[in-house]
């Protein structure tokens, strides 16, 4: 397995823009252009191909297309490629291509809507970690998986080095402590809710993958500073500034808020898969 990148601060999970007018093609230079605008405006990684980014809906030369295109227009920052599917060789085929298409790390959730036992999540996770050579993060997001994943899951995974970092959307705040006290701190916690960002920093995590940096990478990156530079009155002041974006940014199903902000900003077609 190649080194874990450096993951912490604010990951920006990416959006997957369409032409306008046709939401069954890929826009690649609006892609490549909101890679770079996220990574000139301080974030510290990229999440390709994840729930915001539509990833269910893409085709596997679709979803290699935004990988190759992302990794491109990185310069340099950690990308990692969601691996998501329902069939456990269907989501081993998408990481094996995604370590040869640039990603350097994979974001690996629970197989949507099967909603296996905790054994079966093991055998899962496993089963992508021996076949390709990335770094895996862990994605739990039970609202859409239907099942999570259990702390003693978590830990076991990562004490078998099969995972190096997670990406909490649970909205358990408990957590983080919890799994420091059962990991260490070389479990890389990451909050997988824009809202609740700062308060996962207080409670023990290192960072965030966010939504909300696709429309202000600035502001989210520049709150991560501010906790780790112990200015908390500045990064409390920058949530509460936050705050309305974020609640405006969920007041649908992810990522239609989001990709209507982005083409009120001129930066990509608010187009979404026919089925949002």
């Known amino acids: 397995m190649r080194p874990p990148p450096a993951l912490g601060g604010v990951l920006t999970a990416l959006v ?3 032409l306008a007018g046709d939401p069954g093609e890929l826009d690649l230079l609006a892609l490549s252009r909101l890679t770079r605008r996220a990574v000139d405006r301080g974030v510290s990684g990229l999440i390709v191909c994840g729930s915001t980014g539509e990833a269910s809906a893409l085709s596997p030369t679709e979803h290699a297309r935004a990988i ?35 990603a350097t790390a994979l974001l690996v959730s629970a197989p949507p809507y099967v909603k296996p036992g905790q054994a079966g999540l093991r055998a899962h996770v496993r089963a992508i970690a021996a076949a390709a050579g990335l770094p895996i993060v862990l994605y739990d997001v039970p609202s859409r998986a239907g099942v999570s994943f259990t702390d003693e ?6 004490e078998e080095g099969h995972i190096q970092a997670l990406k ?23 909050s997988g809710d824009d809202a609740t960002a700062l308060a996962h920093l207080a409670m023990g995590g290192q960072g965030c993958v966010s939504v909300t940096a696709n429309v202000a990478p600035a502001l989210c990156s520049t709150l991560q500073v501010a906790f780790v530079t ?14 309305p974006l974020d609640a405006a940014l969920f007041g649908e199903t992810n990522p239609i808020p989001v990709k209507a902000a982005l083409g009120l900003l001129g930066l990509c077609s608010a187009g979404v898969i026919p089925s949002l």
Do not use: K, Y
Not at 74 to 89: D, F
Not at 172 to 185: E, I, Q
Not at 237 to 242: F, K, P, Q, V, Y
């Open 230 to 243: 112990r200015d908390l009155s500045f990064a409390a002041t920058l949530r509460d500034l936050l705050a």
């Open 16 to 18: 997957t823009p369409f």
């Open 153 to 158: 899951t978590i830990a076991r995974l990562f």
């Open 68 to 102: 190759v295109c992302v990794a491109e227009a990185s310069g340099g920052r950690p990308v990692v490629a969601g691996i998501g599917a329902p069939c456990t060789e269907v989501a081993v085929a998408l990481a094996v291509a995604a370590e040869h298409l640039g």
């Open 168 to 190: 909490d959307a649970s909205g358990n705040l408990s957590r983080p402590p919890r799994l420091a006290r059962l990991c260490g701190a070389e479990l890389i916690q990451l």
